[in-house]
Nanobody, 114 residues
Framework: QVQLVESGGGLVQPGGSLRLSCTVSGTSFYTMGWYRQAPGKQRELVAR???????NYADSVKGRFTISRDNAKNTVYLQMNSLKPEDTAVYYC??????????WGQGTQVTVSS
């Protein structure tokens, strides 16, 4: 059984930073991703990281977000800098390959507002 628990969300001003964490258990050698869903929008994959530490980012977050992982701590991180109001969403972690697991968890709310 794979278990994923997100944390680190909150309220931040535009231009601010936030770091999300996702604790992972029950699987190894996986490609992990951070997803987000804003009100009225489809869920989207914003960043992913392979077991070999290769990373990919959605165009909307390139240069601002950094995904990383610490296997010793069973944790995946998303460092978010230069946050914009349009980054406001519920952020979820999940497998990115071969496919996300269901059902999705509660995620962690990120609100960027002045």
């Amino acid at each position: 059984q794979v278990q994923l628990v997100e944390s680190g969300g909150g309220l931040v001003q535009p231009g601010g930073s936030l770091r999300l964490s996702c604790t992972v258990s029950g699987t190894s050698f996986y490609t992990m991703g951070w997803y987000r869903q804003a009100p009225g929008k489809q869920r989207e994959l914003v960043a992913r990281i392979t077991g070999g530490l290769s990373t990919n980012y959605a165009d909307s977050v390139k240069g601002r977000f950094t995904i990383s992982r610490d296997n010793a701590k069973n944790t995946v991180y998303l460092q978010m800098n230069s946050l914009k109001p349009e980054d406001t969403a519920v952020y979820y972690c999940n497998l990115a390959s071969p496919a996300p697991l269901g059902p999705w968890g509660q995620g962690t709310q990120v609100t960027v507002s002045s």
